[in-house]
């Protein structure tokens, strides 16, 4: 079983991450932050989506052929920045 999650890797905004994917929420109605491509993925058994954590997904891997996962990011690294005009840098994810 794998549970994979996307969040900040600057440690201080870990600390606000809760409140950052609030803000993400609310912003985007109805999104997710992470999915799995199902059709691209190969092995994989009870994808599971949890609606209240948006940045992430959980599944079972099929021991009995090769596997691999495929997930999809729906967020760019500049939606959490305090500028939002483009150009700006934005914060590194890690998987």
């Known amino acids: 079983q794998s549970l994979v999650r996307v969040v900040f890797h600057d440690r201080r905004l870990q600390y606000s991450e809760q409140q950052q994917l609030e803000g993400w929420r609310w912003s985007r109605p109805g999104d997710r932050i992470l999915d799995i491509d199902i059709p691209l993925s ?3 058994l009870e994808p599971q ?4 954590l948006l ?5 079972l891997w099929d021991p009995s052929r090769r596997t691999s996962v495929f997930v999809q990011v729906h967020c760019i690294s500049t939606e959490f920045t305090l500028r939002k005009n483009g150009g700006e840098k934005g914060v590194p994810f890690r998987i």
Request: proline share 8%; net charge negative.
């Open 49 to 52: 989506i949890h609606p209240t």
């Open 55 to 59: 940045n992430t997904v959980e599944f």
């Open 42 to 44: 190969v092995g994989i």
